[in-house]
Each structure stands twice: as structure tokens, then as C-alpha cells.
């Protein structure tokens, strides 16, 4: 994806989820292609934000949940899967919820 195509998805997912921080786990989770993000990889989705988060699994396990919510309250559902792993686990976003995520910030953008 270029540079140019990245921004483009981030500012539809923003205008869809209506917040940054959202909109930036959403572009790491639709990056890692299906792949299992652990939680620090997630926490370091936001580079604007302080990167010293003193319990990373709480924060993100909270921001999940509220993505999760969003993108069902705009009829998206929850596809977004809990990874559990031998380390930490993490979260994913696997086909065919990927491709309808994908589809709707291109409707968004378009």
C-alpha cells in the first residue's frame, strides 16, 4: 500500500469510527493482513500519542472493546478475533471481516 493509499484509509476511518486512536488500530489490525497483532505491536499503532503506557494489556484490551463496539454500531459487527498465543496473544482481523471493513472505508472515502 502507498503512503498515498494509507492516508487515505486512515482519514475514512476516522470520519467512520470518529476517533484517532480508533482509526489507528483499525489501519494496524487491516495492515497485519489476517496476522495476529500482539499488544505492544498495537500500542505502538499510535506514534502521536505517549508511548509509555504503564499497563499496555488493560489499555489495549480496553481499546479493543470500544473499537469493537463502533464498528458494530456501524453495522460492521465485531470481526475482530482475540488471538490467544503461547506469549500474549493478541488481536486480529481475519477474512471475510477484513473485506468488509475494507469495503466500507473505500464507500466512505468515495
Known amino acids: ?3 498515498l493509499e494509507r492516508l487515505g484509509l486512515e482519514v475514512a476511518a476516522f470520519q467512520l469510527l470518529g476517533s484517532r486512536t ?4 483499525l489501519c ?10 500482539s499488544v505492544d505491536q498495537l500500542a505502538g499503532a499510535r506514534p502521536w500519542m ?3 503506557i504503564t499497563d499496555a494489556r488493560n489499555v ?5 472493546c470500544l473499537l469493537r463496539e463502533t464498528l458494530d454500531d456501524v453495522g ?3 470481526p475482530i478475533i482475540t488471538a490467544s498465543g503461547r506469549d500474549k496473544g493478541g488481536y486480529c482481523l481475519p477474512e471475510p471481516g ?4 475494507l ?5 466512505v472515502a468515495g
Do not use: C, F
Not at 22 to 25: E, Q
Not at 103 to 107: F, H, I, W
Open 76 to 78: 460492521l459487527g465485531s
Open 98 to 101: 477484513r473485506a468488509a471493513v
Open 28 to 37: 494496524a489490525l487491516l495492515d497485519a493482513n489476517g496476522r495476529a497483532l
Open 103 to 107: 469495503a466500507r472505508l473505500v464507500e
Open 22 to 25: 480508533k482509526a489507528a488500530m
Open 50 to 52: 505517549d508511548q509509555h
Open 1 to 3: 500500500m502507498s503512503p
Open 60 to 64: 489495549i484490551k480496553t481499546r479493543i
